[in-house]
């Protein structure tokens, strides 16, 4: 089977022959149709991740496909296949064959198509506990989503939009977007707290960090919580400790790996949302000989939705 193997960090993804892995006790084996290129390969491919499997490796931490052999699922039941190890401690998903952990996998309705079935893991169940586990949205309050155009974010105006409350997406550029007419758009400038001006929000969802995080945190009212999610414009957060006791706002991190449970538990449900077409994910598919571009595109701002691989047919 072909697999894309990386020899070194940062190194590009080159096409390897290897020997077709054999079943085994605990591992259901996957015929690979989609397999997500996200920020965590990135990170792992990058040395910048807690742990990477030996080199060379078969990245992919994600992906869809069809059951071909395995004790706990019937040969031909379509799945997605997420974490457990796969591409963070030992070979993932970027292959044609997947030797997955039985506990990785979950059942992907006939509806959602592998590409959107691979990808929608880590944005849409980020998004939904980020606003249901983590800051417990109420019906009826005002939120504001950073970092709005991309996939975690355009999840959260989505989901926040479903659960009765009024959204606020802030982006850093109105192009190809693809959010609820529902929600108020604000585009940041040169100066993000200008291109706040006058939002008042009882939750933030903070997809973005750095400065971006900074501006939009004085927006959140006395009493309100703010979950952190990513830090792309930046890793510090300065506080003045005076005024933040003042204000009484919760910064509340989200952490998926620990939260991976509240994730899976959700999966169903916001897999039946996008087979109905109550939310929306872009999805972008390269070869799966061109991860390398793949792993380009994710990086580029201005690019939108999730990418994934498919074999060659
Ligand atoms: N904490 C967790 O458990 C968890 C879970 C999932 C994801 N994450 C993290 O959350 C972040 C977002 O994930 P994603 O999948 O939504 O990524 P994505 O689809 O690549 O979107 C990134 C978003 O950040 C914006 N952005 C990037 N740099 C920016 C800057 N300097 N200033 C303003 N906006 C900027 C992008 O806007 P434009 O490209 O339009 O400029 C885009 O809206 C990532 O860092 C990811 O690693 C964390």
New binding site residues.
């Given amino acids: 089977m072909k697999a894309a193997r990386v020899h070194g960090f940062g190194q590009p993804p080159v096409i390897e022959a290897l020997a077709e892995p054999e079943p085994r006790a605990g591992r259901t084996l996957v015929r690979m149709e989609a397999a997500t290129v996200?920020?965590?390969d990135r990170?792992v491919w990058g040395g910048r991740f807690l742990q990477h499997p030996p080199f060379p490796y078969t990245p992919g931490v994600e992906a869809a496909g069809v059951v071909v052999a395995g004790d706990r699922h019937a040969v031909g039941q379509r799945v997605w296949v997420r974490g457990s190890g796969l591409g963070t401690l030992f070979d993932g998903t970027w292959c044609e064959l997947i030797d997955a952990p039985d506990e990785s996998i979950g059942l992907l309705p006939d509806a959602v198509p592998a590409t959107l079935g691979s990808a929608f893991f880590?944005?849409c169940t980020?998004a939904w506990v980020a606003l249901h586990e983590v800051a417990r949205l109420r019906a009826g309050e005002r939120v504001l989503v950073?970092?709005?155009?991309?996939?975690?974010?355009?999840?959260a105006v989505q989901l926040a939009l479903d659960a009765g409350a009024h959204v606020t997406a802030l982006?850093?550029?109105a192009?190809k977007l693809q959010l609820p007419a529902a929600a108020e758009l604000r585009v940041?400038g040169d100066d993000p707290c200008a291109a706040l001006a006058g939002v008042a929000a009882d939750l933030l969802v903070d997809?973005?960090?750095?400065?971006?995080l900074a501006a939009a945190l004085p927006c959140v009212q006395a009493g309100g919580r703010a979950v952190?999610?990513?830090?792309?414009?930046?890793h510090a957060l300065s506080l003045d400790l005076a005024h933040f006791l003042q204000r009484d706002v919760a910064l509340l991190?989200?952490?998926?790996?620990r939260?991976e449970a509240a994730g899976r538990a959700a999966a169903p449900e916001l897999l039946a949302r996008l087979a109905d077409g109550r939310l929306h994910l872009a999805v972008e598919s390269f070869g799966l000989g061109d991860a390398a571009s793949a792993l380009a595109w994710?990086a580029?701002?201005?690019?939108?939705?999730?990418a994934v691989l498919v074999p060659a047919r």
């Fill in positions: 996200g920020h965590i990170t880590s944005p980020s950073s970092g709005a155009s991309g996939a975690v974010g355009s999840l982006v850093s550029s192009a940041l997809t973005v960090g750095g400065a971006v952190l999610v990513g830090y792309t414009a930046g991190p989200l952490n998926m790996f939260r994710i580029q701002r201005g690019h939108r939705g999730r």
